[in-house]
């Protein structure tokens, strides 16, 4: 019987328990090395627990104690004792009361924290609309989180663990595909995902975006997943694409009313220039003279707009046609120079254009484009000189428009080619024309596969660049000056 004791008290004074022996009036009777450790006291016996309890939870502690006695039954009850949430249990002997007092203040934080954490995963999840779910290989059992069971309809009450919702719920055309990434999953072990429809009991169709992998927990397997709702997603976008197919169908047809009326809308401007030319021949007194020129400046600024305007309708309408074929640059170049003379004497500007006599490859009339245009916005810019020339290398036929203006800086380069972009830098820039011409070159370029160089020095000039694949070599034409 003492052997026995010792062991009862080796356990009691390793136990990480409080253990007090007590009798109806609270005195101590007898204690664990926890109990003296705690209340820092190396022997309780004979003093009280009102001593080391605080009034109320002495006044919550005898009540129990003489009803355990009275009853032999144990007793629970929650007590903090200096600061700490103690589970109390009472067994009851002959004339005294064991307490064992379990402190649980870590266990009640974890349990707070886990729960808060919980909180915010459950609001986290409905938020985002995102169901998690989990089966169990080996047990074949099923968990769903709470919002699995709205994004499906459905109540979790007398449902069973078994009961495999997805598969009922799935739009029966979909589920192949669901049950195919599944089996892929458990035999690649790697994470799969895919979009399925759910069909809820009331009859609404939901698009969901699933995922699911395996985890492994010590030797058992389970397979996780989720579901999201991406139903508000997907009719965003579809109308969306809705309005986006629209607004092309409304452009394309704003774009072909002006492809196909190109011709009737120049023909008026043709007529003014004509009327104006004619006007220029009278005989005027310096004021009207000086009316007619700007006049004539402002139609010249007018069928320079219309025209890039047009430019943009018909490669909107997808009007221009590219047809690749072997032509003489030179016979090209000479009909520019023509274009471009009268323009050069009435600005008082030096046109340079160096002739050559070389074939090359491309399509002919949107290369005339290009360098029409690029003339047309070097004339704009330039101070006293403009530069049409080829330079070859090789194989390789460089076609060069240079002009002795302003220049261009470098912040500015990569925007020039944008629709509509005019530079800040150039005083009045916004009365010579609405930034289209460079944007015409760049989407005229593309379709041809050649690329627009520019290199300039601001105060010195800019020279704009392409280069053009030559066919067959030709003797070189001479320098042409034209004042």
């Known amino acids: 019987m003492r052997e026995e004791n010792k062991k009862l008290r080796f356990l009691l004074d390793i136990s990480t328990n409080i253990f007090i022996e007590t009798d109806a009036y609270g005195r101590i009777l007898s204690h664990n090395r926890k109990a003296a450790a705690f209340f820092d006291t190396p022997e309780l016996n004979g003093s009280r627990l009102s001593d080391y309890f605080s009034s109320e939870a002495v006044s919550a502690l005898y009540p129990e104690i003489l009803g355990s006695l009275h009853t032999s039954f144990p007793a629970y009850l929650l007590l ?58 080996r047990a074949k059992r099923l968990y769903w989180s709470a919002e699995m069971y709205n994004l499906f309809g459905v109540s979790p009450k007398g449902i069973s663990s078994k009961e495999n919702l997805i598969r009922k719920h799935i739009v029966k055309e979909d589920y192949p595909l669901y049950k195919e990434k599944l089996r892929e999953l458990v035999k690649k072990s790697s994470p799969v995902e895919g979009q399925v429809r759910i069909r809820q009991p009331a009859g609404n169709i939901i698009y969901c975006r ?72 009278e005989k005027l007194n310096k004021r009207q003279k000086s009316i007619v020129q700007k006049i004539d400046a402002a139609a010249d600024n007018l069928n320079y707009l219309l025209n890039n305007l047009l430019d943009i309708s018909k490669l909107d309408a997808g009007g221009f046609t590219v047809e690749i074929r072997d032509f003489n640059i030179g016979t090209l170049l000479e009909s520019l120079l023509i274009e471009f ?39 704009k810019y330039a101070e006293n000189k403009v530069l049409l020339g080829c330079k070859r290398r090789k194989n390789i036929l460089r076609i060069m428009v240079m002009d002795n203006g302003c220049g261009i800086g470098k912040d500015e380069l990569d925007n020039i080619f944008e629709e509509f972009y005019q530079s800040k830098n150039i005083r009045d820039n916004n009365k010579m024309g609405a930034g289209l011409g460079l944007s015409i070159i760049k989407r005229i370029s593309e379709l041809l596969n050649i690329k627009i160089k520019v290199s300039s020095v601001p105060g010195r000039g800019s020279c704009f660049s392409f280069e053009l694949p030559l066919s067959k070599k030709l003797p070189a034409g001479s320098l042409l000056n034209v004042n």
């Open 80 to 137: 903090n004792i200096r600061g700490r949430e103690f589970n109390i249990y009472l067994y009851p002997l002959e004339n005294s009361v064991i307490l064992c007092l379990e402190d649980i203040t870590e266990r009640r934080a974890l349990t707070n924290m886990l729960g808060k954490i919980s909180a915010r995963l459950e609001f986290a999840e409905k938020t985002a609309k995102l169901g998690y779910w989990e089966l169990d290989i």
């Open 210 to 281: 699933f995922q699911a992998g395996i985890i492994s927990d010590g030797g058992s397997r389970r397979i996780a997943g989720t579901f999201q709702d991406l139903s508000r997603l997907i009719e965003t976008q579809k109308a969306l694409e809705k309005a986006r197919e629209e607004a092309i169908s409304l452009n394309r047809g704003k774009s072909y009313f002006l492809a196909q009326a190109s011709h009737d809308l120049r023909q008026p401007m043709q007529a003014l220039k004509i009327f104006i030319s004619t006007l220029e021949e």
């Open 341 to 379: 003379r009268e323009i050069a004497r009435s600005k008082n500007i030096k046109f340079l254009v160096c002739g050559c006599r070389h074939t090359v490859t491309g399509d002919p009339v949107l290369i005339e484009r290009v360098i029409r245009n690029l003339l047309s916005n070097a004339f």
